[in-house]
Structures are given as C-alpha cells and as structure tokens.
C-alpha cells in the first residue's frame, strides 16, 4: 500500500512538472511577425521577480499599453525570486505555448542571451526593459534607465553631501551579475573616481532580501565604525540599510541613499532615514516594451530608449513630475506615452 | 540495522539512555560516547579557533555590540536547528521550515496590521500556523509512507505560494510597537531573541535526553522497525516531531518579521540549508538516531560567525558558500566514519 501511493504520488509529481515544464521539441507554435495591424498579438511579459515592487509597477504600465492598444493579449509571468534558471524555462515556455512576443527584463545578461537568439530564430518579437542581454541583438531595443550615469549622479550627491573633508562610505548591491546590479556598481565606482576625499570601503550583496541587507548593513556598521553614508542600490538594501543605521543609533552620523520608489522606502525618505532615492520610470519601462514589442510583430522596428533616472529628496517628493513618475494611472500617463512614440 | 530488537526494547524500556546508542557492553558504550563526544568537540574546537582569530583580525569583533548582534542574526537559524535536529534524530527531514517561517511571519503581520489583533495574539498565530503546517508534513510522513524528503519539498511549494497569495506578494507593515520581539533587549542588553533561544535550547537538551518522547525519537531514528515492534507508538511520535518543526519555525518567522517590522513574503528562501548545515556540523547524522541540541547551537554559530566575520574582514561573500560547503562535508563524513568504526566494532 504505501509502495503503490508514493508511487503514484511521484508520478503525478513527475506528470505535473512535465506539464508545467513544457516539453522541448515538440510543435512550433509561434507566429511568424508581421501580422497585419489589427489581428490579434499575445505577448509575454516576464519581469526579473513578481513580488518586488518595482516589477508590479512594470506591470502597471505593460497591461496600461495592452489595454490601451488594440487587439493585443498580455500574459505577465516571472519567477518569484531571484532565479536565473526559472526565468529561463518560463521563456522557453511562452515560446512553447506560441506568443508573438515577449518583453523581458533579464535577470543575468549573459545567461538569456542565448534564449533570446532562440526566439529571434522562431520569428517571435522580442524587447527588453530594466535589463538587457549580451551580447544584445540590434533589432532588440533595451527600455532602461541608464543605471551608470545615474550611479554616478547619485556618488556625486553623496560626496557632495559627506563634504570636501571627505569620509568613508558603503555599498549594498542585490543582484551581482544582472546588468542593473552591475552597472550600478560599475557607476557608482567610477563616479567617485573624481572623488579623492571618499573612499569606499565595503561592497556587500544584501541579495534583494531585507532580511539579508539589515544583518549585512548592520555588520557593515560595526567594521567601519566612521562610515559616513551607504548606498543601497535597490529597494531592499535601501531599506534595509536604513532600519540598521535606525538601530545602530547612527542616524546623526550616516546618511542613507537608495534606488527606486517602493512604499516603505518613500516612508523612510519622508522620515528622513533615507536622504535621497534615485526613481526609474518602471511604468514607462512597461509601456513602452510592450508597445515595442507589438510594433515589432506588425512589421516596425523600434529602438532602445533612455527612459531616465530622477534624483528625488524629501523636498522634492511632492513635486508633480516625480509624483507622476511615482504614481502613475493609466489614464494620464497611457495616452502621454503613446504620443511620445509617435 | 544497528542493534537487534530486543535489545532496542529492553534498551527503551528499562537501560539509561546515552546519546540514543543501543548496545548494551560498557566498552563499546564508552566508544560510542567519546566518538559522539569527538564530533562535537570537532566544531567546538572549529568555533573556537574562528572566534579567536576573529577577535585578533578585527577589532570590532570582540565588542558586545556585535557579539550580540551575531547572536540575533544566529537566533532565528538556531531556533529552526532545534526543530530540524529532533526530525533528523528520527531519520527525517524538514526541507519547508523557511516557506513556513515565511507564512507565520506574514499571516502574523495581517493579524496585526489587518485584524487589529495585539500582537502577543499574532505571535501565538504564527506558532499555531506553523504547527498547523507541521501537522500536514507529519501526517504525511507518518501515516502515508511519503519519505520525509518528498513530503516536506512539497510543503516548501505550497507553503511559498500561500505566502505571496495571501499578500499578492507584498510586504505587510508592522506598528513599530512590535519590535521588542525582534529588536529589543533584556537586562545588560541581552537580544530577546536571544533569550527565546536560550530557553527553548534548554527545553529542547531536556526533551531529548529526560523525556521518553526524546527517547522515542532516538529509537525510531536508530531502527524504525524494532521500535514499532516494542511498542513505540511510531507514527504519533513521527507526527509530533514534525509539528514541533513547524511550531519552532513558526516562531522564527515571527520573530524575523518583528526584526524587519514586517512580514516580507521572501524571507527565508534556502534558509533551509543553512539549519540543516547547522544540525550536521554539530555532529547529528542524517540516518538518524544521533544528534544533540547542544551540537545543532555550536553549528549554528560557526555559520553565524562566518556570515559575520566575512563582512568584517570584507571578504567576498562567495567565500562563505565554499567554507560552509566544507564544514558539511566534514560533518557528514565524520559521521560516516563514526558509523563506520562502530559497524566494526560491534
């Protein structure tokens, strides 16, 4: 008897993960591109992970474009955590299952290349946002904010508030081998190249995870007992690095930078736990890719966009330009983002 | 097989309990005590050499800051570690307990956050959640015939899906009152986490080596069979180790989601090998039938002084991943040797 259950309980196991895995080498479904305008266009938006806030708010501008265009059906799926191989399989699914598109936000650059050449060879339509590819393909665009020069800006800010005495500062990364998570960095070293006086002393990965970024913050507040600023490059370091300066007592003495616009970090910026936040355009990444792709599969080509960084601080907050970034609706930003690609 | 039935019953039934080891000549009794005892000291001896030449290569080691902050970062692995060394010493495993934690935390913050609830009742939730959750793994396990593996891997799936469905995946905010739980401190600035662990170390040591639940445990861990044969009511005591499991996890997930003032949906993800690396190292075998919890708390901070000292000295993360890897292999493989030297002797 219990032989013959968890025999059965494994094969529906192995039947479930077959189905949900989807078989390779099994009918070619997709659509060749170049539908007429008009006839019906699935496309796939696969976001690096569902539960961060950032991707909800790419989500909010993908179904905005889908609902705003004619004609076209969104399926939104990613992983639920930082998975590189998930997101893989979840690719090849949607070509499996014939979508005519699929904007993507690559959680490893290198490791979607090859499954984005993959569905360049099926003909399916394919845009990137937050994240591209290497190498990229030229007929994909890339609808991403230039993490570099914002990572930039933002160690000029950061020096220029630490002082010309200058100071020790940190950093907290999330995702070491994404392009965000590299060129964030990558900025953020360079930018403080023209900057002598700071020195930065810790590099540590907080994982996306609050969890993970406090105990990491907090570790890196009692190596370096005269650090004077950290940057979280993400919202969870952000946070997080906030909540263990809070804790540590530290709050006169270091200053906290973070990067997106999520509710509790906005709530730490008006507090003033955190000084400044560097916010995307997520909506905008949503829309746009998603529009991108469906001109793509009518025949158009489209190219890469800087959708733009904004340094945002307590003062700033409530200005009506970074309130419409940060909270955006459909109505108002939908037909803004169609009359701006034309 | 390690000991022929009878002596399982006669053991279970009547002899002094040592370490969960069946034979019954003072000889071999000895043996079997040294070697359990080498294993442990083995990773005290590794602890120690880690905290000595932490507190030499960096001066903010030693202070009682970070100390105690180590010991709060340790605290919610080490509780999970004393639920993970009872199902180990059965010869289970327990791969959920960090999509459980993550459900108690959650579900305990819409408690608070939603329901008004206080959060003494939210905090007794997120056990009751846990246990709940336990419940299910035991019954499988027990009464189905499904391998600890399976049953659990499948309750890490549902378990992480019911956390982002109930919250569509979102953080759930905590009123700052609740952070005593997770952030606040007794006297002399003890971490209260670290007073949970503390008690729940001592009642764990208790139940395993006073209790006949603890002896139970080693016997079904050592031979499943003969300890049904005398009379240990097995599948009662397999489900009860898995609620405990999940109850203890439950906990963890409250206390992380007070430190975080708020239930974070991906708390916890592979936090899984991290207690179960913590249980190994300190010398439990994963067949079953051996393991303290005084060895699962010394794994545990190995790994807690790993974590902490990498960011100290600012070595590369990575590091980390390969020491501790090591450390597991050494554990596993000295148990292995143990068992291999025991099989001789006998």
């Given at each position: 008897?219990?032989?013959?259950?968890?025999?059965?309980?494994?094969?529906?196991?192995?039947?479930g993960a077959a189905a949900?895995?989807?078989?390779?080498?099994?009918?070619?479904?997709?659509?060749?591109?170049?539908?007429?305008?008009?006839?019906?266009?699935?496309?796939?938006?696969?976001?690096?992970?569902?539960?961060?806030?950032?991707?909800?708010?790419?989500?909010?501008?993908?179904?905005?474009?889908?609902?705003?265009?004619?004609?076209?059906?969104?399926?939104?799926?990613?992983?639920?955590?930082?998975?590189?191989?998930?997101?893989?399989?979840?690719?090849?699914?949607?070509?499996?299952?014939?979508?005519?598109?699929?904007?993507?936000?690559?959680?490893?650059?290198?490791?979607?290349?090859?499954?984005?050449?993959?569905?360049?060879?099926?003909?399916?339509?394919?845009?990137?946002?937050?994240?591209?590819?290497?190498?990229?393909?030229?007929?994909?665009?890339?609808?991403?904010?230039?993490?570099?020069?914002?990572?930039?800006?933002?160690?000029?800010?950061?020096?220029?508030?630490?002082?010309?005495?200058?100071?020790?500062?940190?950093?907290?990364?999330?995702?070491?081998?994404?392009?965000?998570?590299?060129?964030?960095?990558?900025?953020?070293?360079?930018?403080?190249?023209?900057?002598?006086?700071?020195?930065?002393?810790?590099?540590?990965?907080?994982?996306?995870?609050?969890?993970?970024?406090?105990?990491?913050?907090?570790?890196?507040?009692?190596?370096?007992?005269?650090?004077?600023?950290?940057?979280?490059?993400?919202?969870?370091?952000?946070?997080?690095?906030?909540?263990?300066?809070?804790?540590?007592?530290?709050?006169?003495?270091?200053?906290?930078?973070?990067?997106?616009?999520?509710?509790?970090?906005?709530?730490?910026?008006?507090?003033?736990?955190?000084?400044?936040?560097?916010?995307?355009?997520?909506?905008?990444?949503?829309?746009?890719?998603?529009?991108?792709?469906?001109?793509?599969?009518?025949?158009?080509?489209?190219?890469?966009?800087?959708?733009?960084?904004?340094?945002?601080?307590?003062?700033?907050?409530?200005?009506?330009?970074?309130?419409?970034?940060?909270?955006?609706?459909?109505?108002?930003?939908?037909?803004?983002?169609?009359?701006?690609?034309? | 097989?390690?000991?022929?039935?009878?002596?399982?019953?006669?053991?279970?039934?009547?002899?002094?309990?040592?370490?969960?080891?069946?034979?019954?000549?003072?000889?071999?009794?000895?043996?079997?005590?040294?070697?359990?005892?080498?294993?442990?000291v083995a990773t005290a001896?590794?602890?120690?050499a880690i905290f000595v030449?932490?507190?030499?290569?960096?001066?903010?080691?030693?202070?009682?800051?970070?100390?105690?902050?180590?010991?709060?970062?340790?605290?919610?692995?080490?509780?999970?570690?004393?639920?993970?060394?009872?199902?180990?010493?059965?010869?289970?495993?327990?791969?959920?307990?960090?999509?459980?934690?993550?459900?108690?935390?959650?579900?305990?913050?819409?408690?608070?956050?939603?329901?008004?609830?206080?959060?003494?009742?939210?905090?007794?939730?997120?056990?009751?959640?846990?246990?709940?959750?336990?419940?299910?793994?035991?019954?499988?396990?027990?009464?189905?015939?499904?391998?600890?593996?399976?049953?659990?891997?499948?309750?890490?799936?549902?378990?992480?899906?019911?956390?982002?469905?109930?919250?569509?995946?979102?953080?759930?905010?905590?009123?700052?009152?609740?952070?005593?739980?997770?952030?606040?401190?007794?006297?002399?600035?003890?971490?209260?986490?670290?007073?949970?662990?503390?008690?729940?170390?001592?009642?764990?040591?208790?139940?395993?080596?006073?209790?006949?639940?603890?002896?139970?445990?080693?016997?079904?861990?050592?031979?499943?069979?003969?300890?049904?044969?005398?009379?240990?009511?097995?599948?009662?005591?397999?489900?009860?180790?898995?609620?405990?499991?999940?109850?203890?996890?439950?906990?963890?997930?409250?206390?992380?989601?007070?430190?975080?003032?708020?239930?974070?949906?991906?708390?916890?993800?592979?936090?899984?090998?991290?207690?179960?690396?913590?249980?190994?190292?300190?010398?439990?075998?994963?067949?079953?039938?051996?393991?303290?919890?005084?060895?699962?708390?010394?794994?545990?901070?190995?790994?807690?002084?790993?974590?902490?000292?990498?960011?100290?000295?600012?070595?590369?993360?990575?590091?980390?991943?390969?020491?501790?890897?090591?450390?597991?292999?050494?554990?596993?493989?000295?148990?292995?040797?143990?068992?291999?030297?025991?099989?001789?002797?006998?």
């Open positions: 008897m219990r032989n013959v259950l968890t025999t059965v309980l494994v094969l529906l196991a192995v039947l949900c895995g989807g078989s390779t080498g099994s009918s070619e479904g997709g659509s060749t591109g170049g539908s007429e305008e008009g006839q019906a266009v699935t496309i796939a938006g696969i976001p690096k992970a569902t539960n961060i806030d950032f991707y909800r708010q790419t989500q909010a501008g993908a179904e905005c474009a889908a609902s705003t265009l004619e004609n076209v059906e969104l399926e939104w799926d990613g992983p639920t955590t930082i998975d590189v191989g998930n997101q893989i399989n979840i690719v090849q699914n949607k070509l499996t299952s014939g979508v005519d598109g699929i904007a993507l936000a690559a959680l490893d650059a290198n490791a979607l290349a090859p499954v984005v050449q993959q569905a360049r060879a099926k003909g399916v339509a394919v845009t990137t946002f937050d994240s591209g590819v290497d190498p990229q393909p030229e007929e994909v665009p890339l609808f991403a904010t230039d993490n570099v020069d914002g990572a930039v800006k933002m160690s000029d800010l950061i020096s220029k508030n630490v002082g010309s005495e200058g100071g020790e500062v940190a950093l907290i990364r999330f995702n070491p081998g994404s392009q965000t998570d590299n060129e964030r960095t990558k900025g953020f070293k360079q930018g403080l190249q023209d900057h002598p006086e700071i020195e930065l002393v810790a590099v540590q990965n907080g994982e996306a995870n609050l969890d993970t970024a406090l105990s990491v913050a907090t570790d890196i507040l009692t190596a370096h007992p005269e650090v004077k600023a950290i940057f979280g490059a993400e919202e969870r370091a952000a946070v997080g690095a906030a909540l263990a300066v809070e804790r540590a007592g530290l709050t006169d003495q270091v200053t906290v930078y973070g990067w997106d616009a999520a509710p509790d970090e906005i709530e730490q910026l008006k507090a003033g736990t955190i000084q400044a936040i560097l916010v995307q355009d997520p909506f905008k990444m949503g829309y746009d890719s998603v529009e991108a792709a469906v001109k793509i599969v009518r025949g158009e080509s489209v190219a890469s966009e800087d959708t733009g960084g904004t340094i945002v601080t307590k003062e700033s907050l409530n200005s009506p330009e970074v309130q419409k970034i940060i909270d955006p609706s459909c109505e108002k930003r939908g037909s803004q983002l169609r009359e701006e690609a034309g | 097989m390690k000991g022929k039935p009878t002596e399982t019953r006669d053991s279970v039934n009547s002899e002094p309990w040592i370490d969960g080891e069946v034979d019954q000549s003072w000889r071999s009794v000895l043996r079997s005590y040294l070697t359990n005892a080498l294993s442990q001896g590794a602890l120690i030449f932490l507190s030499i290569a960096s001066p903010e080691f030693l202070t009682p800051g970070n100390l105690f902050n180590v010991g709060t970062q340790i605290a919610v692995t080490a509780i999970l570690a004393i639920g993970m060394t009872v199902v180990i010493i059965t010869a289970g495993i327990d791969l959920s307990v960090g999509s459980i934690a993550a459900l108690a935390g959650v579900i305990g913050a819409v408690m608070v956050a939603n329901l008004g609830l206080p959060f003494g009742v939210a905090i007794v939730g997120g056990v009751a959640i846990g246990a709940a959750a336990g419940l299910c793994n035991g019954l499988l396990v027990a009464y189905t015939g499904l391998a600890p593996f399976i049953a659990t891997i499948g309750m890490l799936s549902v378990a992480r899906g019911l956390t982002y469905l109930s919250t569509d995946a979102q953080p759930v905010i905590l009123p700052i009152s609740t952070q005593w739980l997770g952030v606040g401190s007794v006297v002399a600035g003890i971490p209260v986490p670290v007073v949970f662990l503390a008690v729940l170390v001592l009642a764990g040591h208790f139940l395993l080596t006073r209790t006949t639940p603890g002896r139970y445990f080693y016997a079904i861990g050592s031979n499943e069979q003969a300890a049904r044969l005398s009379g240990v009511p097995v599948r009662g005591y397999l489900t009860l180790v898995y609620v405990l499991s999940g109850a203890l996890a439950g906990l963890g997930g409250m206390i992380a989601a007070s430190r975080a003032v708020s239930g974070q949906p991906n708390f916890g993800i592979g936090l899984e090998l991290d207690v179960i690396a913590a249980v190994v190292i300190g010398g439990a075998s994963l067949f079953g039938g051996r393991g303290t919890i005084g060895g699962a708390l010394l794994g545990a901070f190995l790994i807690a002084l790993i974590r902490n000292g990498s960011v100290l000295l600012d070595i590369n993360t990575y590091w980390q991943s390969v020491i501790l890897g090591v450390l597991i292999w050494a554990g596993v493989l000295f148990d292995q040797f143990r068992r291999k030297r025991l099989a001789s002797a006998t």
